[in-house]
């Protein structure tokens, strides 16, 4: 069998593809490669096919781009609009398979130039609850560019729980975004069915990068709830840019609440996002590397997860820097306002009093594994080793946890002098820190409100077992060894006679506590 290819300009509305613009009714494309570029400006825009739901074997999609001119032309030149967009298919309920066997496509890559407004995915724009993959492809990457929501290195947005379970390393050159982008997946809404564990899934481009403006991370928002039908895609996109403010608050540029109200997911199921190369207490392996750049809502692994669903990070390590956007980096910039802080925690964990000065404070959540923990999420024996810079609310681990952190630890030094309400493991805290620490020889800077485990520990708050080992520098006022300030439950641990010195030095008072217990 001959391999069929495309190298010219596919240029339309809806259904365009580089081979076939849709496949259905139990058709199989088999051995194709398109070199060209396929663009549109309605919906299902594929390399390979633009709408999917029968199988697509043996193929690839790659591109040549040197000096960005391609991409400059069809995100500049042409805008490109149109919705479900995906390096092999826009939109995907069916089979996408390459085996390891196959000879007939030498370069057995997936490498492409994918732009459109939502669902943007360097495989897929939108994988749906029957889409599968099974692959075995030697590059999973390219450049790809959403103008609104839901853009990732892998898929735009998944539905499917099938895939989670795949091994697949995806190597991004850029992605970039509004809201929901990542280097694997940009939203992740799924219906679990039983307790699913995803360990096979990692990004890994050090000169690659995630652009968004929040929920930007590896994997970006996770959601479990009842997936609609594929025939619902576009009341689905409706329901979530309705409750994007919900979701992820403050991204409608008011740093207090709407008031608007959404129905929390029942799902009791739990989903595990683990890095099975770092069993056995090794923290080795990089899980991921790619640079990210967003205002809130960020982390190295995951940026956000649904108030209620049931989430568990074990065993994973970023090294990937994560800071703020430059000006020409995104077309909005409400989410740089952040989010006020009360208002956050009386919609999202509990309607607790809180002590004084909170209702004043504006955060911007960015963890180095995820940005926000809340309630019924763990994260667990994980390690930050990169790089954070943002302007208030900023953990080596988490930006902001309502929920658990235990036996995680900060390696590098962190934080800067301009960053207020900053901890080597949590920005803020107002759930439960265990046995977590920070590494000797180290330092930890912020401005005010730095400790080594977290900036402030707020009323309901617990750090328990953990040790701070490094240096605490603040530029103002607030800065402790183990927390700036404590409004919350701080446990202390007997030091031993060879425990390593370190300083802690602020610029204007040094406070251990508002209150020790």
């Not at 500049?76 to 390096?87: C, E, I, L, Q, V």
């Not at 496509?105 to 993959?133: C, H, P, Q, R």
Request: glycine fraction near 14%; aromatic fraction near 6%; proline fraction near 1%.
């Amino acid at each position: 069998m001959q391999v069929t290819t495309n190298a010219s300009y596919v240029i339309g509305n809806s259904y365009v593809g580089g081979i076939v613009g849709k496949n259905t009714e139990n058709v199989t494309i088999e051995n194709c490669v398109n070199n060209g570029v396929a663009a549109g400006y309605d919906r299902y825009i594929g390399g390979i096919t633009g709408y999917n739901d029968a199988t697509i074997a043996d193929c690839a999609s790659y591109l040549s781009d040197y000096n960005n001119s391609i991409f400059k032309m069809i995100v500049s030149a042409w805008k490109a609009t149109g919705d479900y967009a995906g390096g092999i298919t826009g939109y995907n309920n069916g089979r996408i398979t390459f085996s390891k066997a196959s000879q007939k496509i030498t370069v057995k890559s997936v490498s492409s130039i994918v732009a459109g407004e939502n669902y943007v995915g360097g495989i897929a724009g939108f994988n749906d609850v029957a889409g599968t993959l099974d692959v075995n492809y030697t590059l999973i990457g390219g450049k790809v560019y959403a103008y609104g929501d839901c853009a990732g290195g892998g898929f735009g947005f998944n539905a499917s729980t099938e895939v989670l379970t795949k091994e697949l390393t995806i190597k991004p050159t850029s992605v970039q975004g509004r809201y929901y982008v990542g280097g694997c997946i940009g939203a992740n809404v799924v219906n679990l069915s039983k307790n699913l564990t995803m360990e096979y899934f990692r990004a890994d481009n050090r000169l690659g990068s995630i652009v968004g403006e929040a929920s930007v991370e590896e994997s970006s928002v996770i959601r479990e709830r009842i997936q609609q039908s594929s025939l619902e895609q576009v009341r689905l996109l409706d329901e979530m840019d309705a409750q994007q403010s919900a979701i992820l608050p403050g991204i409608d540029g008011k740093t207090k609440s709407s008031g608007r109200q959404r129905q929390h997911q029942t799902n009791t199921h739990t989903l595990t996002i683990c890095d099975s190369r770092n069993e056995n207490n090794s923290l080795q392996t990089i899980t991921n590397n790619i640079p990210i750049r967003a205002w809130l809502y960020v982390g190295g692994i995951v940026g956000y997860c649904e108030n209620n669903s049931k989430l568990v990070i074990s065993n994973c390590v970023n090294e990937g820097t994560i800071g703020t956007p430059a000006n020409d980096d995104t077309q909005h910039t409400h989410a740089k306002n952040g989010v006020n802080l009360a208002t956050f925690i009386a919609g999202e964990v509990d309607g607790r009093q809180l002590a004084d000065g909170a209702a004043d404070v504006t955060i911007c959540p960015i963890g180095g594994i995820i940005g926000v923990n809340l309630k019924n999420q763990v994260i667990e024996h994980c390690a930050n080793k990169g790089t954070i810079t943002g302007t208030s609310g900023i953990g080596g681990i988490v930006g902001l946890n309502a929920g658990s952190v235990r036996s995680c630890n900060l390696t590098e030094n962190f934080g800067s002098a301009s960053i207020s309400y900053l901890g080597g493991i949590s920005g803020i805290n107002l759930g439960t820190i265990t046995e977590c620490t920070t590494k000797h020889g180290k330092t930890v800077s912020g401005k005010s409100n730095v400790g080594g485990i977290t900036g402030w520990n707020l009323n309901g708050g617990a750090v328990t077992d953990s040790s701070s080992y490094a240096n605490i520098t603040g530029d103002s006022d607030q800065v402790g060894g183990l927390t700036g300030r404590n409004s919350g439950m701080l446990q202390l641990q007997d030091e031993s006679s060879n425990s390593p010195s370190r300083t802690i030095r602020g610029k204007k008072k040094c406070r251990w506590s508002d209150r020790h217990e």
